[in-house]
């Protein structure tokens, strides 16, 4: 079954303008990653926070993390048309180690 | 370079046909991986190999074999190839465990479209 969940299912903004994604999962995990799939390309990985853990930074990204509420956000500021492209959360499942679960990911489209 | 790199890109064949799908990373990884994305774009781990030992194999009918012939190797034989295995094939890799436990970022290959008709 499916661990994450992405939401919204599609996204649309403007250039410069912020757009935030939401994952949600069942499980106690240890950590939590976003990553990034360009059309026709195979994922990038973006961020990796791990389960004590409550923000991360990188660049324009800022991920959060609510271990009590079992989400996570994906926060892009300042957006590009480069941006455009589907992003994905992905969990591990405690009891199963390296397996990663993905979510079925947002597709954002940044307008410019 | 290409640090994780998969080949054909494009495959497309008949039903009943046997293909293979190799898949190489040169980061010197210890964990390499199968996916298979569907036409929505749901990503489902497939077989998970580390050191050449297998110790990921989900629900993935007996079709399917992996082979890793050494640890920067990992190839996927299909046999008897149905229209339902139609989908993108991503080959990924990472180091083992993170310092805090669980599974650590992963490198994707460019993904092998394959079109059974």
């Known amino acids: 079954s499916q661990q994450g969940e992405e939401d919204p299912q599609a996204l649309s903004i403007q250039e410069g303008e912020n757009a935030t994604m939401n994952c949600s999962y069942k499980?106690?995990?240890?950590?939590l990653q976003w990553y990034r799939q360009n059309s026709g390309r195979g994922l990038v990985h973006l961020i990796l926070?791990?389960?004590?853990?409550r923000e991360k930074h990188s660049g324009r990204l800022r991920v959060t993390l609510d271990t009590s509420k079992k989400s996570s956000s994906l926060l892009i500021t300042a957006s590009r048309a480069a941006d455009t492209a589907s992003y994905f959360c992905?969990?591990?499942?405690?009891?199963?180690?390296?397996?990663?679960?993905f979510g079925a990911g947002t597709i954002l489209r940044v307008k410019s | 370079d290409t640090a994780v790199s998969q080949t054909p890109k494009y495959l497309v064949t008949q039903m009943g046909n046997d293909k293979s799908i190799k898949c190489e990373q040169n980061?010197?990884?210890?964990?390499m991986y199968w996916y298979k994305q569907d036409s929505k774009k749901f990503l489902k781990i497939m077989f998970s190999?580390?050191?050449?030992?297998?110790?990921i194999n989900e629900t993935v009918p007996n079709r399917f074999s992996p082979k890793s012939p050494d640890k920067a190797h990992l190839n996927l034989h299909i046999n008897s190839l149905e229209l339902g295995d139609s989908a993108v094939y991503f080959c990924?890799?990472?180091?083992?465990?993170?310092?805090?436990?669980?599974?650590?970022?992963?490198?994707f290959g460019p993904g092998t479209r394959l079109t059974v008709t």
């Open positions: 190999y580390n050191n050449k030992e297998l110790i």
């Open positions: 990924a890799s990472s180091q083992d465990k993170s310092i805090a436990g669980g599974p650590d970022e992963q490198y």
């Open positions: 926070i791990r389960s004590n853990e």
């Open positions: 499980t106690s995990i240890n950590n």
């Open positions: 992905a969990t591990d499942i405690m009891e199963y180690g390296n397996k990663l679960v």
């Open positions: 980061l010197g990884h210890d964990t």
